[in-house]
């Protein structure tokens, strides 16, 4: 058999592995091993199960991803969620579809200091499901906001996924955030559009409240100050380079430690349940970038990606083409795989062959990131369903 | 065993509060004076090292790795038992594989004596909780498959 052979044999006994419910991880350490002996030999197996898990952990690089998990941990926990949830309640809850166009604001908002989309649509709906509810909003227009809002948060930057996208492409994570910007404003903008004309020709959907008086306006915007200071204090600290993205995820745990420390939220219970959340996601993570780094190995001694740029060539098809076909697999797997394994999974053989095709890898990564939130909100695995489900 | 590996998980988060108080006194430091936190990419990439690794063993005493069980949700409990049971002899595989090769590592850079570059950490307590995770973490899935073996329900 031959080397790129091994390597299609290799992902097709990786998926059934991850379908027989092997962890995401240990699923790719095994196929990346086996994989590796079967083309190299034995002394693969020493050289790879040595010094890979070493070689991907022991980078100050990756100390961005525990630092921001903790910033996420202890915000989510210091009830800044509520705080914006009723702020833009009170600024744009009048409008037409106000409420669920609040939930997508809020969400959006709170996803800048949280990064992950499932602590996003789970710490949102606690604080929008019962008011929506009580107002009289349709529940398929409160779970669908939840779902596409809580999606936000992994494109609006800091963002987990775009940081281990950035850090596994040697692309800077500086500018992975900055190119995430404009998309997440946009899509947040276009999905309250989407709840307007909703609004606008099912109103027995989404009752309109009435418009508070100055004095509540003004007193909603105060509310949003802390956690808009510390998204401009992170964020802003990257652009304006004063901080590395590493230094920036510090700030930002620090400053969501003293923001619940301020609203007296920094309880023992608080501290435990955001420190093991910490410790639980960042285990995962490093975990499935071991196994990651395993099955890299193994994909590149395979050839299989320069085999599939050749084919491609051979397609005739156009660059923009290829993205398409790209982007469409990507829809098809966010169906069955969460989107960091669909990410790390596909990377090694898709990155190759966009850069083959002369796009720019941050572009791609910001299209990639986009296209995998589909992923989060599409049965039989959209995991924001699940969470909204659980809370609704 | 959930409980343990827990403690050793928050016992681990220490490093991340370390290393998140060092970067903000780093950054304080040079904002006021010229004065920085000697090393502060060594400490930091040890101290998240610890937090990770430590809570690895954690991840699958709690089921809290990513797996998908779209498809396996709809298989008889038999069936579903022999899975669990097969994860766990896989995963036990690949930890202990990576736990045995690693110790050769780390005993060549101990022989070596190499040191991190700026403020010369010996690299062996780089090893040190890697090997601790990952090894604790091939232990605790010997554990899950004695225990899935003993009792099927436990979970």
């Known amino acids: ?392 | 065993m959930k409980r343990a590996t827990l403690l050793l998980a928050l016992v681990g988060t220490i490093g991340f509060l370390v290393a998140v108080a060092l970067t903000v006194t780093d950054i304080a430091l040079r904002s006021v004076s010229t004065l920085t936190v000697p090393g502060l990419t060594d400490i930091v990439t040890l101290c998240t090292m610890v937090g990770s690794m430590l809570a690895i063993p954690y991840g699958f005493a709690a089921d809290q790795h990513v797996s998908i069980d779209v498809f396996t949700s709809r298989m008889p409990p038999s069936a579903q038992r022999v899975l669990r049971l097969v994860a766990a002899v896989l995963s036990f595989a690949f930890l202990a594989g990576a736990a045995w090769f690693g110790f050769e590592q780390m005993m060549s850079a101990l022989a070596y004596g190499t040191r991190s570059q700026s403020i010369g950490i010996p690299l062996v307590w780089y090893w040190i909780p890697l090997l601790i995770g990952i090894g604790l973490a091939a232990l605790v899935n010997v554990w899950l498959f004695v225990r899935e073996l003993r009792s099927p329900n436990a979970r």
């Open chain 1, 1 to 392: 058999m031959s080397a790129p052979l091994v390597g299609v044999a290799g992902l097709v006994a990786l998926l059934i592995l991850i379908g027989l419910r092997i962890p995401i991880a240990i699923a790719m350490g095994i196929v990346g091993i086996v994989g590796g002996v079967v083309l190299n030999g034995w002394v693969s197996l020493g050289f790879v199960l040595g010094s890979q898990p070493y070689t991907t952990t022991s980078s100050y690089a990756l100390s961005v991803i525990p630092l921001f998990v903790m910033m996420g941990a202890f915000a989510s926990r210091a009830g800044l969620s509520a705080s914006l949830y009723q702020s833009l309640h009170s600024l744009i809850g009048h409008w037409r579809g106000g409420l669920a166009s609040a939930t997508i604001g809020a969400c959006a908002l709170f996803g800048a200091v949280c990064g992950s989309s499932l602590a996003t649509a789970a710490t949102m709906a606690r604080v929008a499901v019962p008011e929506m509810t009580e107002i009289g909003y349709d529940r398929r227009l409160t779970s669908g906001a939840l779902a596409a809002g809580g999606t936000l948060g992994i494109l609006i930057p800091p963002s987990i996924i775009m940081v281990i996208y950035a850090l596994l492409t040697e692309q800077s994570i500086g500018q992975m955030f900055l190119a995430g910007m404009i998309p997440g404003i946009l899509a947040a903008g276009l999905y309250m559009l989407a709840i307007y004309v909703m609004a606008t020709l099912k109103p027995d959907w989404a009752p309109r409240t009435t418009r508070p008086d100055k004095i509540n306006r003004l007193a909603a915007i105060r509310q949003m100050t802390p956690i808009l200071g510390l998204f401009l204090l992170v964020m802003g600290g990257i652009y304006a380079r004063i901080f590395s993205p590493t230094e920036a995820a510090g700030v930002g745990a620090f400053g969501a430690i003293v923001l619940a420390a301020l609203r007296g939220q920094l309880t023992w219970q608080v501290t435990r349940d955001a420190l093991i959340e910490t410790a639980a996601t960042t285990g995962m993570l490093f975990m499935i970038l071991i196994g990651t780094s395993v099955l890299q190995f193994f994909i590149e001694t395979s050839t299989l990606p320069t085999v599939i740029v050749g084919w491609i060539g051979d397609l005739g098809l156009p660059p923009i083409g290829v993205v398409v076909v790209i982007l469409l697999i990507y829809v098809i797997l966010g169906c069955f795989l969460d989107s960091l394994s669909m990410m790390l999974i596909t990377l090694p053989i898709v990155f190759p062959i966009i850069t083959h095709l002369g796009y720019d890898p941050i572009w791609f990564g910001v299209l990639v990131v986009s296209v995998v939130e589909i992923g989060l909100i599409t049965p039989p695995l959209g995991m924001n369903l699940y969470v909204i489900g659980c809370r609704s």
